[in-house]
């Protein structure tokens, strides 16, 4: 959940600045994802262009915002002022809601055009890849953000975990299309992962 910063966040940010090794290892968590996701945005659109997939063009699409997600924190986490964290919490509140609208305009899309990718082997291989680092990576952030005290470094943390959610659910409408013709779990998948986006980023406003 999201949580503006106060007083006592912004002495637990302070904290988090001057406590170097935690900075630094939470600096690497990002520059990893920021790394991955441009991988998987250069690697995702072609494949889907080969495939026809409108479910893993939006993949790699959601994976630039993950990337501007990434970029706010580490803005944060570099050592801006704490009452600049309110802002950067904001602004993830707003790649939360990207992805939501995406992925209800994506789900809209597939529905109405009733669109059936062809298998895409290259496309499920990352996927399958997404998956297990992105997982690894919000565990990792997850802690890390607990040792700092850092609600940005939090906030954004879940922003990796949806991102792996959305390439679990778009890897099994890649498999299910493929091996069983369920066209379908695509847009359905999407709808469910955009309800939740959306309650990340309203739940606790500022």
Do not use: C
Not at 60 to 89: C, N
Not at 106 to 131: C, K, N, W, Y
Request: net charge neutral.
């Amino acid at each position: 959940m999201l949580v503006a910063p106060g007083a006592h966040d912004e002495g637990r940010y302070a904290a988090s600045v001057t406590s170097a090794p935690s900075t630094v290892r939470a600096l690497r968590l990002v520059y990893a994802t920021v790394a991955w996701n441009v991988l998987t945005v250069a690697v995702s659109l072609p494949a889907a262009v080969a495939a026809g997939s409108v479910a893993l063009a939006g993949f790699g699409l959601d994976s630039g915002v993950e990337v501007a997600a990434s970029l706010v924190v580490l803005a944060a986490l570099r050592g801006d002022p704490a009452e600049h964290q309110a802002r950067y919490l904001r602004l993830i509140r707003l790649a939360f809601v990207a992805i939501a609208v995406y992925l209800v305009a994506q789900a809209a899309f597939v529905l109405l055009r009733h669109d059936e990718p062809r298998p895409s082997p290259v496309g499920i291989v990352l996927l399958v890849m997404t998956v297990v680092v992105m997982s690894t990576l919000a565990v990792l952030k997850r802690r890390a953000a607990k040792q700092l005290g850092n609600a940005v470094a939090a906030a954004e943390a879940r922003v990796t975990l949806i991102d792996s959610a959305d390439s679990a659910l778009v890897l099994a409408a890649l498999v299910a299309n493929a091996a069983f013709g369920w066209w379908w779990a695509d847009p359905l998948g999407g709808v469910a992962l955009a309800a939740y986006s959306l309650w990340e980023a309203f739940e606790h406003r500022a």
